[in-house]
Nanobody, 122 residues
Framework: QVQLVESGGGLVQAGASLRLSCAAS????????MGWFRQAPGKEREFVAA????????VYADSVKGRFTISRDNAKTTVYLQMNSLKPEDTAAYYC???????????????WGQGTQVTVSS
């Protein structure tokens, strides 16, 4: 099993920045990818970004490309999501995920964190 704990959410104004963190523990060797998803009220959960632990390959949703950056620490057990130029439409609960997804890292993830709220005011 893999445990994931997110932190770093909050309330900010449009144009501001936030950095989310996700710390993985447990049998982290069984997952090759960590990612971020988000879910706004009344909407389906959507993919945001992902990073392959071994080589650092990243992929982003078009809606965040150029504004968000996903990265990992040297131990490859903590993943960050740097969010710049935040917009009100970025408001959502953000979830960290880990697994061995197919479909260019947008597929199924097996482990999920509890989520952290990001609210962007206009």
């Amino acid at each position: 099993q893999v445990q994931l704990v997110e932190s770093g959410g909050g309330l900010v104004q449009a144009g501001a920045s936030l950095r989310l963190s996700c710390a993985a523990s447990g049998r982290t060797s069984i997952v090759n990818t960590m990612g971020w998803f988000r879910q706004a009220p009344g909407k389906e959960r959507e993919f945001v970004a992902a990073i392959r632990r071994r080589d650092g390959t990243t992929v982003y949703a078009d809606s965040v490309k150029g504004r968000f950056t996903i990265s990992r620490d040297n131990a490859k057990t903590t993943v960050y999501l740097q969010m710049n130029s935040l917009k009100p439409e970025d408001t959502a609960a953000y979830y960290c995920a880990a697994g061995n997804p197919t479909a260019a890292m947008r597929g199924r993830y097996d482990y999920w964190g509890q989520g952290t709220q990001v609210t962007v005011s206009s």
